[in-house]
Antibody, heavy 115, light 108 residues
Framework: EVQLVESGGGLVQPGGSLRLSCAAS????????MQWVRQAPGKGLVWVSR????????NYADSVKGRFTVSRDNAKNTLYLQMNSLTAEDTAVYYC????????WGQGTLVTVSS | EIVLTQSPATLSLSPGERATLSCGAS???????LAWYQQKPGLAPRLLIY???SRATGIPDRFSGSGSGTDFTLTISRLEPEDFAVYYC?????????FGPGTKVDIK
């Protein structure tokens, strides 16, 4: 059974940093592109970032470029999102998802940026 | 950046009726790399359609997708009670891989 489990969310002050993790199981992790998508409370889905199978190619939304870094450890079957210089506008549930047309999603982890 | 617009914003229908949701792109979507998702409150999105017209695994055949270029449509042939939800389109052909703002299908 495919499973994606996010962790690392929480409350952080403006300007702070957080690293999200997404533990994958039930499939061959290193054969899939992975992406991060976020959703602010009561709002729509916003694409954040994507990484290719071996981590050599990444893409970012303009709103996070230069602040967020996506990476993966295929030996640990884990996807990461390093988030720096956080602002209130980054407050959202962050989902990891498998593949570009995302057939599998995690349950999401809430990031709240507030003083 | 490819901007996706969805119409209508809200669609009020009764069970058994046909739903037609539109997704428009500000420029042509590469290779029809367009997906449709369904999302219910408190849950992660669920993939319905990929590559504009291919149904994802386990999706009932009352869901169908069509279109190419800049105009795409999701059709639900006969609404079931569990279909009342928010629907999003996403293009994944050109980075950034943008989502539309969503269409809420609610019960009339």
């Amino acid at each position: 059974e495919v499973q994606l489990v996010e962790s690392g969310g929480g409350l952080v002050q403006p300007g702070g940093s957080l690293r999200l993790s997404c533990a994958a199981s039930g499939f061959t992790f290193n054969t899939y592109w992975m992406q991060w998508v976020r959703q602010a409370p009561g709002k729509g889905l916003v694409w954040v970032s994507r990484i290719n199978r071996d981590g050599s190619s990444t893409n970012y939304a303009d709103s996070v470029k230069g602040r967020f870094t996506v990476s993966r450890d295929n030996a640990k079957n884990t996807l990461y999102l390093q988030m720096n210089s956080l602002t209130a506008e980054d407050t959202a549930v962050y989902y990891c998802a498998r593949d570009s047309a995302a057939g599998y999603w995690g349950q999401g982890t809430l990031v709240t940026v507030s003083s | 950046e490819i901007v996706l617009t969805q119409s209508p914003a809200t669609l009020s229908l009764s069970p058994g009726e046909r739903a037609t949701l539109s997704c428009g792109a500000s420029q042509s979507v590469s290779s029809s790399f367009l997906a449709w998702y369904q999302q219910k409150p408190g849950l992660a999105p669920r993939l319905l359609i990929y590559d504009a017209s291919s149904r994802a695994t386990g999706i009932p055949d009352r869901f169908s997708g069509s279109g190419s270029g800049t105009d795409f449509t999701l059709t639900i042939s006969r609404l079931e009670p569990e279909d009342f939800a928010v629907y999003y389109c996403q293009q994944y052909g050109t980075s950034p891989f943008t989502f539309g703002p969503g269409t809420k299908v609610d019960i009339k």
